[in-house]
Nanobody
Framework: QVQLVESGGGLVQAGGSLTLTCAAS????????VDWYRQAPGKKRELVAV????????YADSVKGRFAISRDNAAKNTVYLRMNSLKSEDTAVYYC???????????????WGQGTQVTVSS
């Protein structure tokens, strides 16, 4: 059974940094593409960052220049979202949504992580 496991959330002061991790389990599977979303209380889930198979990235205007999405070159089942200069408005539950490569024939699985809470205090 394939899962996406997120970690790295927490409480941080405004201006601080956090790095979120999204890992496919079992670890033998490779993440192809991944989107990071967030959902604040009472708000719709919004797309924050995208990493495609070729390594191209895209960001919401609200996080551009502050957030960075990347792969772990050694552990291909793992991706990161580095968040710098955090603001109170970044407070939300963050989710990864990924396509995971299951075999050499190109079969993939798509799914969501369980979410990780990020709280930025002002």
């Amino acid at each position: 059974q394939v899962q996406l496991v997120e970690s790295g959330g927490g409480l941080v002061q405004a201006g601080g940094s956090l790095t979120l991790t999204c890992a496919a389990s079992p670890s033998r599977f490779e993440i192809n593409t991944v989107d990071w979303y967030r959902q604040a209380p009472g708000k719709k889930r919004e797309l924050v960052a995208v990493l495609d198979f070729g390594g191209s990235t895209n960001y919401a205007d609200s996080v551009k220049g502050r957030f960075a999405i990347s792969r772990d070159n050694a552990a291909k089942n793992t991706v990161y979202l580095r968040m710098n200069s955090l603001k109170s408005e970044d407070t939300a539950v963050y989710y990864c949504n990924a396509d995971v490569l299951l075999d050499t024939n190109g079969m993939t699985w798509s799914g969501w992580g369980q979410g990780t809470q990020v709280t930025v205090s002002s």
